[in-house]
């Protein structure tokens, strides 16, 4: 069984919004998942549908801070919540590729699935009246009239700094599963037994670890320090060999 | 939670309209035990005809929680189809059986069709027939409307038997009111009248106990998540500083209500008095006194507190998504 997701590199993410506008971009367009409206979006208080968010958070108190850059978007969860209760089979996970989306179609905009997604990834759109969310760009990762290399979501191809990886997490030996086990990715809030897809990264502190020995000694093949212990006046081992 | 009119008038009316029924079964079980005395067929006729149109209002306030009004008649028969896991899809089911029942239940009482199913030699066991599965239709209701917020387990204030335990005494108790005032209105016996308002007494101070009860437990809550499980981050000072947009988003519209928690507060202690206090007072006073417009004052007064007892439930719960909003 197959399940894509995201796993998303905190440790890179730079906060800059590429994914979340590439993913506007792309889906407003798209016939599957557009259009997204908004209102006012170059007036006061601009509001409208997004698949992804870029939130900013500040861990620590000043001066020890640290700010996280921090992509959200639906972890297509491997036990979705939103899914059994819609009243309308609209909400539905696929089986094939574990992508959770929203038949438009089926939709009646109750708005019960996104009260039972912990995650707030869900939006409704206003115009269109009914339930969006991310659909990891379906209509863009088996689309065989792309190049190999851009059937990708939107989001993964836009990210400047490779924060964002995709595939899919039930293959061990997947880029997205490696980096899961080898670099420590988690899921969020664990304590709802959603089991997000979607995994993160987490920070990693770069630290030098050098020990005295290797800067004067080992590592220095000129000893230009030139240390030398003091000498004794008995008799050595030394005093026979040199 | 945003407390939207449309599920606020949805959930007090037809639980009135099933309170209003299970009132007018009892009188008919309990006359046809000669317990209570025997009414007319045009009685109960007349009582359902009116719990219908509490059920129908709801119906109609149901209309504009959809997201388009049309959806009702393009969509909403798919809302049947995912019985085995939605109680959204359960409610959608039970609602329109139990205006059907209710309807069947008023028919039959009008025409007075009569068979001596049990062989009681007793008139009305027909309609007592279709008042049994009445019944369990208005037992399913409540259940499956009150289900439908008890098994959102991300809204601990809602997922809670009590939330079960209080849909199904409120909407009872304001029935029960709803049945005092008619029987008065009627001019029937006063033993039916004080039937009917000792049990809406009875009801109302018993939804005080359970309802006190879940505010209790919910002022004691503990939240599962915090803003550490959510982001992944072991520190215990942790700020959001930007939530992704300015304007707000349909995350900041729909999990709040909005108002500052002294607002809250006094929603609380308006409805607690409205909903228990007031009408106690005015049954009793009404039941007393035999006045008929006092028991319709205690009715009113009861059913606007409800507006307020559901306002603040929804108000009140807080959803874990929050914890993504904190700040613009």
Known sequence: MTQLALVIDLNVC???????TSCKQWNTSSEKAGPLFDDRPYGEDPTGTFFNRVQTYEIGCFPNTETLHFPKSCLHCEDAPCVPVCPTGASHKRAEDGIVLVDYDKCIGCKYCSWACPYGAREFDEYQKVMKKCTLCVDRIYDEKLPESERKPACVLACPTSA??????????????VAIREQGGYQLMPEWGTKPANHYLPRRKTRMHIHEDELVRTD??????DIRHGTSDDVTLDDWLM | ???????????????????????????????????????????????????????????FAAVFHLGKPSYMFTRAWRGMTQWRTSWLSRELIAMPAMMGLT????????????????????????????????????????????MIYAAVKFLQEWSSPLTVVNYFVLGTAS?????TVYASYQGVEPELVHFFGGWAIALTVLGLITRSFSLLRNARIKYKSTVQTAIGVRHTQVQQKAMGMMGGSYNTREYSHGKTGAFLKSVK???????????????ALGLSADHTALLLLAFMTQYVGLLFERWFFFAQANHPQNLYYQTI
Request: glycine residues 12%; aromatic residues 16%; charged residues 5%.
């Open chain 1, 14 to 20: 730079v906060g800059c919004h590429a994914c979340v």
């Open chain 1, 164 to 177: 964002r990886l995709f595939g899919d997490v039930h293959d061990p030996e997947s880029q997205v599963s």
């Open chain 1, 220 to 225: 220095n093949p000129l000893k230009k320090e």
């Open chain 2, 1 to 59: 939670m945003h407390p939207a009119f449309s599920v606020i008038f949805l959930t007090t009316l037809i639980g009135v309209g099933q309170g209003l029924f299970l009132a007018l079964f009892s009188a008919q079980a309990y006359g046809m035990a000669k317990l209570l005395p025997a009414q007319s067929g045009s009685f109960f006729a007349n009582g359902s005809f009116l719990a219908l149109l509490f059920l129908l209002g709801g119906l």
């Open chain 2, 103 to 146: 309807f069947l239940y008023a028919v039959f009482h009008w025409f007075g069709w009569e068979v001596d199913l049990f062989g009681w030699h007793v008139s009305g066991q027909l309609s007592l027939a279709v008042g049994i599965f009445g019944v369990l239709g208005a037992i399913a209701l409540f259940v499956c409307t009150a």
């Open chain 2, 175 to 179: 029935g029960f009111t709803c049945a």
């Open chain 2, 269 to 283: 202690w308006i409805f607690l008095v409205l909903v228990f206090v007031i009408p106690v007072i005015l049954l």
